[in-house]
């Protein structure tokens, strides 16, 4: 069984590489940071970015050393903020069973919300779990994408993210010319270096924004502008959930 699971991780690996790099919704962090988890804890100022790269960090070293339980717990929280390599690695442990029974509509569903972005290698992935499922299976599975899609995709994590970013701005103190905020100071002591970052940490920090006093203004607003746009394109009253299939370059 063991070999039979590394054989299948194998097989993955590209898919892991493109997901790591790409596969992020909402202008999410793109992947594990350059930096040691350490060296980042170890920070002066913690914040959201970094509290989010040293959760990817950890679920990975975890994943790595066959802790599947662990990592899985870790890639469900990010995973639950739109990071697509984590929707993907919590897909792929239900898949094969790692660290839980094996179960292919928990599966399909969280390989659906991976390939939300209509990435190529993700929609290839969500489609060889669809091609596992009985057709009373996929009834079920259907459902619960729907579900997941609706808490944990691209417009529920951006409308979450929104709110959270305009109620901080209303808290700022603004500017020593009396203007609008030169920046603002989100949850310094949420992104605590615990190991454990609030949810509201998480959700600045998914979408690339640090969130400490030192971003500045122009950077809300362009962090803003791309979560309007993605409430725009991902908008469940315009956007019908479907079957994901390849597009042809």
Not at 5 to 19: E, Q, S, V
Not at 162 to 177: A, E, H, L, M, Y
Request: net charge neutral; glycine share 10%.
């Amino acid at each position: 069984m063991q070999r039979l699971i590394t054989l299948i991780f194998l097989l993955l690996l590209p898919i892991y590489a493109f997901a790591q790099g790409s596969a992020t919704g909402s202008g999410a962090p793109s992947g594990i940071g350059s930096g040691n988890p350490l060296e980042i804890q170890s920070s002066a100022a913690p914040n959201a970015v970094s509290a989010f790269r040293v959760m990817q960090q950890s679920a990975d070293g975890l994943f790595a050393a066959k802790d599947y339980l662990k990592a899985l717990n870790i890639y469900k929280k990010l995973a639950m903020h739109g990071d697509k390599f984590s929707q993907f690695r919590v897909a792929m442990a239900y898949e094969l069973g790692l660290g839980v029974p094996k179960d292919l509509v928990e599966a399909y569903a969280w390989s659906y919300l991976a390939a939300e972005n209509q990435r190529r290698k993700l929609v290839e992935y969500h489609i060889s779990v669809r091609q596992q499922l009985t057709a009373q299976q996929l009834d079920n599975a259907k459902p619960l994408s729907r579900q997941y899609i609706a808490g944990f995709g691209n417009y529920a994590v951006a409308v979450e993210a929104r709110k959270v970013i305009r109620s901080n701005q209303k808290q700022c103190t603004g500017s020593r010319t009396g203007g609008s905020c030169s920046h603002i100071g989100v949850f310094t002591a949420s992104c605590n270096q615990s190991g454990d970052p609030s949810g509201q940490c998480l959700t600045i920090g998914s979408v690339g924004l640090a969130g400490v006093a030192g971003a500045q203004s122009l950077d809300v607003r362009n962090v803003l502008a791309n979560l309007e746009q993605t409430i725009i394109d991902f908008n469940p009253g315009s956007v019908e959930l479907g079957e994901l299939e390849i597009i042809e370059d």
